[in-house]
């Protein structure tokens, strides 16, 4: 999967691909993320890609012309499956749409800033606007690292047995079972008896028990989606 990312912060990116999974994942070339900065499209020698918003009202806008020309530019050389903007107003990110996503070839998000970015880019190319939650941050890049970071993982080849994505919280639409390692006993607290059975098929039916007792007590809403 190929991942190019527009932005006015690139600094910001630079370590979030860098570490533990994804690293490994460029490594292996199951993951190209390229970023790119917005002032190479910019209106002019000062560098500008923002501009008050008509109607008035505080906080300036990004531009059109820097966003569609950096589009433009970069859809020359690759044909985008998705063309994703991070905004607080849009779907919420969610397993089932990062599990879509990672079935991609190739995505272009666009980070906004300020007070967003004007309309008509999000009317004519964006093609699908992701809000990882309800608050608003300073900019789409800590969001859009998020998003990568969830998709990424999943690419196939990415995760070997032992870091295998099945078992993620929100795979069935349940949270994860609680885990346990040595020692078998710390400060007098035990682990379960039956993680220490060496019975495959109860430990099994524990993990699955623990899951929904753990959703229906945290996380009703998503049970309920079964
Ligand atoms: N940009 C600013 N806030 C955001 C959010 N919650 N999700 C996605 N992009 C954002």
Redesign the pocket.
Known sequence: MRIDIITVLPELLESPFSHSILKRAREKNLLEIHVHHLRQWAMNEYGQIDDYQYGGGAGMVMMPEPLAKAIEHLSEQTRYDEIIF???D?EP?SQKMANQLSMKENLLII??HYKGIDERIREHFITRE???????????E???AVVVDAIGRLIPGVLNNETSALFDSFQDNLLAPPVYTRPAEFRSWKVPEVLLSGDPKKVADWRHEQSVLRTEKRRPDILSDL
Do not use: E, K, R, W
Not at 130 to 140: E, P
């Open positions: 991070m905004t607080p849009g990110f980070c906004g992701i809000s990882i939650g309800d608050y608003v941050l300073s900019g789409g800590l969001a859009a």
